[in-house]
Nanobody, 121 residues
Framework: QVHLVESGGGSVQAGDALRLSCTIS????????VAWFRQAPGKEREAVAAIDTDDNPAYVESVTGRFTISKDGAKTTLSLQMNSLKPEDTATYYC???????????????WGQGTQVTVYS
């Protein structure tokens, strides 16, 4: 059974940094890709960043240059380093795993429970 568990969320001031982690277990597909998404109240879930099996990252424009997605060597922990946080980054952040390298919500099969990030101005 696949499990994804996020951690590292919190409340910070604008300009601060946070690092999110996602522990992945039970998912061993050689074609697996993992990603971070976020969802703010009243809004649709949106992509933040994805990383493929060769550690190639992709970012949405709003976080490019501020966020960095990475995996550990064993590919069991996914991280999201978030720098220069803005109030508009406030959302619940989810990690997800799937078989395709994509920034589309619909392409991902497995999801974590989410971790809250709140950025105050």
């Amino acid at each position: 059974q696949v499990h994804l568990v996020e951690s590292g969320g919190g409340s910070v001031q604008a300009g601060d940094a946070l690092r999110l982690s996602c522990t992945i277990s039970g998912y061993t597909s050689i074609n697996s890709c993992v990603a971070w998404f976020r969802q703010a109240p009243g809004k649709e879930r949106e992509a933040v960043a994805a990383i493929d099996t060769d550690d190639n990252p992709a970012y949405v424009e709003s976080v490019t240059g501020r966020f960095t997605i990475s995996k550990d060597g064993a590919k069991t922990t996914l991280s999201l380093q978030m720098n220069s946080l803005k109030p508009e980054d406030t959302a619940t952040y989810y990690c997800a795993a799937g078989n395709l390298y994509s920034l589309r919500v619909s392409e991902y099969l497995y999801w974590g429970q989410g971790t809250q990030v709140t950025v105050y101005s």
